[in-house]
C-alpha cells in the first residue's frame, strides 16, 4: 500500500497541472518506470497498480486523480490508458473498435472527471 499512498500523495500535490504522466506517478510511488514493466512483460502491474489507485482515491473521498494521468508519447499521448475506461465502465475513446458516439461519452466523462480534480484542487 505504501506505493499507492505515495502515488496518491503526488497526485494531489500536483493536482493544479493538466495533467501527470504514467512515468511521473510510478518514479513517486517508487516504482519502475511503465516503460520498463511493458518491456519485461509486466504489463499486469501497471494495470493492477492503477486499478488499486482508482479504487483508494475513491475510498478516501478523494477525486478520481487517474483521470488526469496519461502517457507521454506515442498514439495515447495525453490521453490515459485503455484501463482508466474500462476501470470507469466506458469505451476506450482510441480503439478502433468503439463508435464515435461512444468515443465522445468516454472522452466527455473523462472530462467531467477532470474538472473533479480541479475542483477538489482549488478548494484544498
Not at 493536482?15 to 501527470?20: D, T, V
Not at 467531467?112 to 484544498?124: A, F, G, P
Request: proline letters at 5%; one cysteine or more.
Amino acid at each position: 500500500m505504501r506505493n499507492i499512498d505515495l502515488g496518491i500523495e503526488f497526485a494531489k500535490q500536483n493536482c493544479a497541472k493538466p495533467y501527470i504522466s504514467y512515468t511521473e506517478l510510478f518514479a513517486s510511488s517508487e516504482m519502475k518506470s511503465p516503460q520498463w514493466y511493458h518491456e519485461s512483460g509486466g504489463q499486469r502491474v501497471i494495470t493492477d497498480f492503477m486499478e488499486t489507485f482508482h479504487i483508494e482515491c475513491r475510498k478516501r473521498g478523494l477525486p478520481p486523480f487517474d483521470a488526469f494521468i496519461v502517457n507521454e508519447s506515442g498514439e495515447r499521448a495525453h490521453y490515459p490508458g485503455m484501463g482508466y475506461f474500462k476501470v470507469n465502465g466506458m469505451a476506450d475513446p482510441l480503439s478502433d473498435k468503439t463508435s464515435k458516439a461512444d468515443a465522445e461519452i468516454s472522452l466527455a466523462f473523462q472530462k467531467e472527471e477532470r474538472e473533479e480534480i480541479r475542483e477538489w484542487c482549488r478548494s484544498h
